[in-house]
């Protein structure tokens, strides 16, 4: 059973400072990797999708890895804004992904 | 641009009561899913649709139905609800195949006492 782990669970940060969320899962035959962002009360809008055979994908101020051999990902969000603030939650498979809990970011202004 | 559509937002249902939660897509998608959101917990697939006609199980199955109405609609149904029903379910969608990103609703809130 894939296991996906996001540490750390919130995170705080001043405007302007870069983010970096981790994400980790057991097992690495995977199909793809999202990155989905998660506003209060609200559903979650996909960010970045990394299929199996890449190691990246960037977006705007976004930029997702992926590491299959040793179970990460990495999301950076380069020069954060307090839009910014939400939860940030990471999905491996294809047809039945498997979430992370998430990372709750609050940027400061 | 609707995207994916949830009825009812919210509800609360007593104990054995059953209802069916109503998820609809303008995106000429392939694939529908249901999810539960519990708290800490990360989301959870409960059924899925890979195209219209098919449905299979996901993670958390036990206690729900679904129906593949059409191409655009996907319901999730409780037959007889139980308090550890209570969680937020979110119906999403994507154009099929395991490369596509899934397209979310936003949410029914359901409470059952």
């Known amino acids: 059973k894939q296991e996906v782990t996001q540490i750390p669970a919130a995170l705080s940060v001043p405007e302007g400072e870069n983010l970096v969320l981790n994400c980790s899962f057991t097992?690495?035959?995977?199909?793809?990797l999202q990155w989905f962002r998660q506003d209060p009360g609200k559903g979650l809008t996909s960010l970045l999708l990394?299929?199996?055979?890449?190691r990246e994908q960037t977006s705007g101020r976004l930029n997702a890895s992926l590491d299959k051999s040793s179970g990460r990902s990495t999301l950076y969000i380069a020069a954060s804004q307090p839009g910014d603030s939400a939860t940030y939650l990471c999905?491996?498979?294809?047809?039945?992904?498997?979430f992370g809990a998430g990372t709750t970011v609050t940027v400061r202004a | 641009n609707a995207g994916v559509t949830q009825t009812p937002k919210f509800q609360v249902l007593k104990t054995g009561q059953s209802m069916t939660l109503q998820c609809a897509q303008d995106?000429?998608?392939?694939?529908m899913y249901w999810y539960r959101q519990d708290p800490g917990m990360g989301l959870r697939l409960i059924y899925y649709?890979?195209?219209?006609?098919?449905?299979d199980k996901g993670e958390v199955p036990n206690g729900y139905n679904v129906s593949r109405l059409n191409k655009r609609e996907f319901s999730l149904r409780l037959e007889s609800a139980a308090p550890s029903q209570t969680s937020v379910y979110f119906c999403?969608?994507?154009?099929?195949?395991?490369?596509?990103?899934?397209?979310f609703g936003d949410g029914t809130r359901l409470s059952i006492l």
């Open positions: 999403a969608s994507s154009e099929g195949g395991g490369y596509q990103p899934q397209h």
């Open positions: 097992d690495s035959a995977i199909y793809n």
């Open positions: 990394i299929q199996s055979s890449q």
């Open positions: 999905a491996v498979g294809n047809y039945k992904l498997s």
């Open positions: 995106m000429n998608h392939n694939s």
């Open positions: 649709s890979a195209s219209e006609g098919t449905t």
